[in-house]
């Protein structure tokens, strides 16, 4: 069954470095989504992106946080300065069309900002 | 934002009985979806409601979304060890609001 894929599982940074987080949607999905969830807490909507821009954004995606799909398979987070209050778990999910409504979860990168 | 809220948030039960989690919003959804998330891995979907008292079954699991669109159950009958799990709620506009989510533990 196809699934989306994250990568790296798990990534520690210092404070103020950039970080890129790495996701493959399931194949011929239009929509993508990034959320995060910080440890203990509830999982919060950051940005979907479709037909290659982004659609709606969080209040939480600020100007340190882009997205991109650079080719036909993966969909990436970038975060250009991170703070220790980025550290969480950052999961990717993708959505096959407009007139479907589930969304399907990869298993997640952990992000640890020392 | 749109606030779901999911009660209980801790459920504590031997196998073989039946349960019920509850998750309650003051705004309607196009449409909610059910997940159960494992420690430190990602939500895995298990259902996604659509019309206002639909109910679906999946196995031991029942889910129905109430008639206005603004909430949801979930019932499990004879809980087996293997239920274990946290349940999150999603309502869906744009994006996905989860709840808290409930915590049920099933005791062998």
């Known amino acids: 069954e196809p699934e989306v894929t994250q990568t790296p599982s798990h990534q520690v940074t210092q404070m103020g470095q950039e970080v890129i987080l790495r996701c493959v949607p399931i194949?011929?999905?239009?929509?993508f989504y990034w959320y995060r969830q910080i440890l203990g807490q509830k999982v919060e909507f950051l940005v979907s992106f479709y037909n290659n821009e982004i659609s709606e954004k969080s209040e939480i995606f600020d100007d340190q946080f882009s997205v991109e799909r650079p080719d036909g398979s993966n969909f990436t987070l970038k975060i250009r300065s991170t703070k220790l209050e980025d550290s969480a778990m950052y999961f990717c999910a993708s959505r096959a069309s407009t007139v479907t409504y589930e969304q399907y979860f990869g298993p997640g990168t952990r992000l640890t900002v020392t | 934002t749109q606030l779901l809220e999911q009660s209980p948030q801790f459920l504590s039960i031997q196998e073989g009985e039946n349960l019920t989690v509850y998750c309650n919003s003051s705004?309607?959804?196009?449409?909610l979806q059910w997940y159960r998330q494992e420690p430190g891995e990602g939500p895995v979907l298990l259902v996604t409601v659509v019309t206002g008292g639909e109910v679906k079954k999946l196995k031991r699991l029942t889910f129905q979304f109430g008639d206005a669109r603004k909430d949801s159950s979930l019932h499990i009958t004879a809980a087996q060890p293997g239920d274990t799990g946290l349940y999150l709620c999603a309502g869906r506009d744009y994006k996905l609001s989860f709840g808290a989510g409930t915590t049920v533990t099933v005791r062998a």
């Open positions: 194949s011929n999905h239009l929509y």
């Open positions: 705004s309607v959804f196009s449409s």
